[in-house]
């Protein structure tokens, strides 16, 4: 697995391709990368491992009904990025993506809209403040800067029934403290290099700054993800 570029502050750190599983498997256990704090199933109820489910790479899948997966130990964090998709266009009522088991949260969903509940917390996606989630299975990286203790959850909305997350969970990342923009901007694209870039990497020029840009078509009025290219040696 790649080391993400800012690693001095990071707690912990939870990647789809680190499980090496079968497609469908069930998962018991999601292993933090950088320390002991394991996301682990209880009960009966286990998110589900698929392969290729974005472009290549594989996704922790919830159901939506009962799927949770939480750490034991809790951790004091400034800023969690989290890529992740919601399966449906709005979300159905307050669903948990990350989350303490109790009281705290960086991300939950706000009942039958397409937005993220707190309006106090500078939410963004793919790079931009937004509360917009990652609706209709468009996976987005997610970032929020926040001063939360939690015992780390990834699925459902603390201990509230019928709140939970439907739809896949690839990376999560939290840190001890918010991270500065320079900083932000080198996990940004760390996850875009991880889970979206295809082909040439494409850069767009913001404040002076050449920075790496997400591509997208519109095609039938929705935009899709394109794949660009350029050409070395005559080969494309």
Known sequence: MPVPPVNATLLAHYSAKSLGLINGDPVSQWTDLVGTNHLTASGVARPTYRTAKLGPHPGVNFDGVDDVVAAATSISAGHAFVVAAYDLAMFNAYDGLLTDTTSTYFYIGDANKEIFYDSTVEYRKDGVLSRIGPMSGSAAILDAARSVTLIPQVGRDRPY?????????????????????????????????????????????AGGIWKKAIVKLKVAGSWQDATVKHKTGGEW
């Open 161 to 205: 029934t019928n709140r939970y997350w439907e739809g896949p969970v690839f990376e999560v990342l939290m840190f001890s403290v918010a991270l500065s923009s320079g900083d932000r901007q080198s996990i940004q694209n760390y996850l875009f290099d991880e889970w979206f870039a295809t082909g040439a990497t494409v850069m767009q020029k």
